[in-house]
């Protein structure tokens, strides 16, 4: 893992191994959230799950024999490294679809998803637990970034480009890039 600052953002390229399929590793690209764990998820308890779901019990997931009540989420990925890691391995449904779990392989393991799984919990559906909206909206907002509107006097930007535009002889206009 290395880093760079730019403009007050620091982004980071990771490297993801997967235990799931040798020798398969993703290469992303992060922004430091400042925070060692970014949220917390509701955990499914798939021994639960599978108990009731014969479909799924042949299925070997990550956090099968974990306890905790939340479980740490340290990386988000975006939808193009989703992407990337998806399979042509068939999903394992549920007996029904619509209100059972149902697993998907992934190049980095079983995803198990479905619409039952955080009503199950009896669990107030939050995504961002441990993050406060206001800081979901700094994080996300355009001055993090280093894109910040200026409200400083735009009259000297404005001259500048009117002295350095010229009309050419066809009729068109043409100055330099600012």
């Known amino acids: 893992m290395y880093g760079t600052v730019c403009k007050n953002v620091e982004l980071y390229q990771v490297k993801i191994k997967s235990d799931a399929v040798d020798e398969f590793e993703i290469d992303v690209q992060v922004i430091n959230a400042e925070k060692p764990v970014f949220t917390h998820l509701p955990n499914p308890q798939i021994a639960d799950q599978k108990s009731k779901n014969s479909r799924i019990r042949r299925l070997a997931f990550s956090e099968e024999i974990t306890t905790q009540d939340r479980l740490p989420v340290h990386v988000i990925l975006g939808a193009a490294d989703v992407q990337r890691i998806k399979t042509t391995e068939p999903a394992v449904l549920g007996p029904n679809p619509d209100t059972d779990p149902g697993a998907e392989f992934t190049m980095l393991g079983w995803v198990l ?14 995504f961002f637990a441990c993050s406060s909206r206001d800081e979901f909206n700094q994080m996300c907002s355009q001055e993090v970034l280093g894109l910040t509107d200026s409200d400083d006097n735009q009259e000297p930007f404005h001259e500048n480009f009117q002295a350095k535009l010229h009309r050419l002889k066809d009729g068109t206009y043409s100055t330099r890039l600012p």
Do not use: W
């Open 113 to 126: 998803a479905g619409k039952t799984l955080l009503h199950n919990l009896e669990t107030k559906k939050e």
